[in-house]
């Protein structure tokens, strides 16, 4: 059993050889057990990261190591839900749960995905093109979460859900993964809605990776600072600041104590991460390295 | 982990190869293409059953009623009666459905077997299931492949045995049928059956090359229509052909074999076009033509024209299958 979930190494991916690529020399590690926050513009390479790691595309470049092994070995221990939730529309909900005893015969816990199901008020009998996206949604999780996952990928998994829906589903997820120690990885371009459920956070942008770390470590870092126009910075890094006036706004990574005539607050995740997708030139910042940051 | 262990333990003791489990979902799945084969199969079965039984019966009591079977047959012997009719359209729809295959297996392997399941992404949630992108495209080219073999090889079965029956073969002299007759020819041998292959692999291939449903299943019938026609095209030298050489008074061959090419000769042995004069008085002389010739498969080329085809379809499928694999691999990179 290894403590590292997802490990790449110079990740790349490239579609057609004039397009730029998908993703470019990607480096993370995400340790097992966590709830990792995979968050970026669109474009920015979060599907295919994904992808990639549920071993269904090669990388063009560099590796990527699942569950300490390839994503193939690793197929029958991870999980994925593609974002517009592929499923056989002429099967029924039972049929499709029963396509993933068959296909899983391993490791398939019926009763796990039978109890989502019918949390979700959903009849076993129901023809999957009658569901509502938030209904396949649910199905889609069932079937991923029958499979007892020990990685479990989801792009954009709340996507198509009413508020009280994604507030169901993600507690059920949580409870989920809490109880069997699963590693989660859920991306989405909505920042508020990975708030409060995730421990880490892999923020890419142009398919590269600009912050990586455990969250709290990752806010810790950033310090929200005013003050007057014109007074330096060094050697502290700034990400991003904005004079209104007189008045300076920056978000930076102190290397010290401020200096006077500085007033400093914590962001929020939000505020972090709108300022790294502002200041694409902003030095990337990568916390999951064994012991050490860069 | 040993809370996850005890969860999983009863789906151990039930079955634990995921191939199985793999056949299993593809039968659910493709449910629907699979009564409709197992219809096609009952219908041309059927058609072919009672055509060997009652239609033969029937056609054969016209045939002798009429005195057709004596020496020296009247001129009714050549319009068929309505039982004979009826014994012509059975066999008709059989050799029909059965020509019809290789389109309907290309179309719907490129649409709705591989195309499909690439568009709208049910492969990729298949291929992160426990079974790996080449075992779920074995699969999908084993399971059909046995349906299709075993039903067409049954078909041909049944239309041999119509075929050699002696008031079978009698009837099919009256309908005008021979032995190498396009569809006669496929339904009898192997063809049929390797002809359903390479279209089932072709689909294959044309789905995964192009992964949308509907110009897979365009490009799958266009490509199975083109070989079955190059094949109908190549099937005469397939084999060499025997050339027999007749004087100018006895005319070509009879009609038992598959001509190949007639023409005429000169007396130095060069071949050339029967002249349009042909049968004029003078006109042989005038030309310089001195026999008639005839390059013809006789019946006994049979088996050999038969397997030199099946090769080649059997080639033709193996290559399609082939590239489909080498192409998921390139794609996702997966062995298994």
């Known amino acids: ?294 | 982990m040993t809370a996850l262990d005890t969860v999983t333990a009863p789906a151990v003791t039930r079955h634990t190869s995921p191939s199985r489990g793999l056949v299993l979902a593809m039968l659910r799945l493709h449910r629907t293409a699979l009564l409709f084969w197992l219809g096609l199969v009952v219908v041309a079965a059927g058609a072919l059953l009672w055509a060997m039984g009652p239609g033969a019966d029937a056609a054969w009591a016209e045939y002798t009623d009429l005195g057709c079977d004596q020496a020296a047959p009247n001129l009714g012997c050549d319009s068929p009666g309505p039982a004979n009719s009826r014994y012509q359209t059975a066999v008709t729809v059989a050799i029909g459905l059965v020509r019809l295959l290789p389109l309907l297996t290309g179309a719907w392997a490129g649409g709705a077997l591989i195309g499909r399941e690439l568009e709208n992404g049910t492969a990729q949630l298949a291929w992160t299931q426990s079974v790996g992108p080449a075992r779920w495209l074995a699969a999908k080219l084993a399971v059909p492949a046995l349906l299709l073999v075993t039903g067409t090889l049954t078909l041909t079965l049944l239309h041999r045995m119509l075929w050699s029956a002696d008031r079978g073969a009698a009837i099919n002299v009256m309908g005008w049928r021979a032995w190498h007759d396009t569809g006669v020819f496929e339904v009898n041998g192997t063809i049929a059956a390797a002809e359903a292959l390479a279209a089932l692999a072709l689909g294959v291939l044309a789905g995964m090359l192009l992964r949308r449903t509907l110009p897979a299943l365009g490009v799958a019938v266009l490509t199975v229509m083109s070989l079955v026609y190059v094949l109908d095209a190549l099937r005469p030298y397939l084999w060499p052909v025997k050339t027999v050489v007749t004087s100018l008074d006895d005319g070509t061959p009879g009609i038992d074999s598959m001509i190949v090419e007639t023409g005429a000769m000169t007396a130095s042995g060069a071949r050339v076009p029967i002249p349009s004069c042909s049968g004029e008085p003078g006109c042989d002389a005038r030309t310089g033509i001195t026999h008639y010739y005839a390059d013809y498969h006789p019946a006994s080329h049979f088996w050999p024209l038969q397997l030199m085809e099946t090769g080649l379809l059997l080639a033709v499928a193996a290559l399609a299958a082939a590239t489909a694999f080498v192409l998921l691999r390139r794609r996702t990179g997966a062995a298994v």
């Not at chain 1, 057609?16 to 690529?21: F, I, K, N, T, V």
């Not at chain 1, 019926?110 to 979700?120: F, L």
Request: aromatic share 2%.
């Open chain 1, 1 to 294: 059993m290894t403590d590292t979930a997802i490990e790449a190494a110079g990740l790349g991916r490239r579609f057609g050889r004039r397009r730029a690529p998908a993703l470019d020399g990607c480096t993370f590690r995400l340790p097992a057990g966590r709830v990792c926050a995979l968050t970026g513009p669109n474009g920015a390479g979060k599907s295919t990261l994904l992808a990639l790691a549920a071993g269904l595309l090669r990388p063009t470049e560099g590796g990527i190591t699942v569950l300490g092994t390839t994503p193939a070995a690793a197929r029958e221990r991870l999980a994925y839900v593609a974002q517009h939730k592929p499923l056989h529309p002429q099967l029924t909900i039972a049929g499709t749960l029963r396509l993933g005893r068959d296909l899983n015969p391993r490791r398939w816990d019926a009763r796990v995905a039978e109890r989502i199901v019918a949390e979700g008020g959903l009849d076993p009998d129901t023809k999957i093109r009658a569901l509502s996206g938030g209904q396949r949604t649910r199905v889609a999780l069932a079937l991923a979460l029958g499979k007892r996952p020990e990685l479990l990928l989801l792009d954009e998994p709340m996507a198509d859900l009413d508020p009280l829906a994604r507030h169901q589903l993600t507690a059920t997820l949580m409870a989920d993964a809490a109880d069997h120690g699963t590693t989660v990885v859920m991306s989405s371009h909505v920042v508020a809605e990975l708030e409060g459920s995730c421990d880490h956070l892999l923020l890419l942008g142009s398919g590269r990776v600009r912050l990586a770390g455990p969250l709290d470590d990752l806010l810790a870092a950033h310090t929200l600072v005013t003050g007057r126009a014109g007074k330096a910075l060094d050697p502290h890094t700034v990400v991003e600041s904005r004079a209104t006036g007189r008045q300076l706004t920056a978000l930076v990574r102190p290397a010290g104590p401020l200096g006077d005539g500085f007033q400093s607050d914590r962001p929020s995740l939000e505020e972090v991460v709108l300022a790294h997708l502002r200041s694409p030139d902003a030095p990337p910042l990568l916390l999951d390295r064994r012991g050490a940051a860069v």
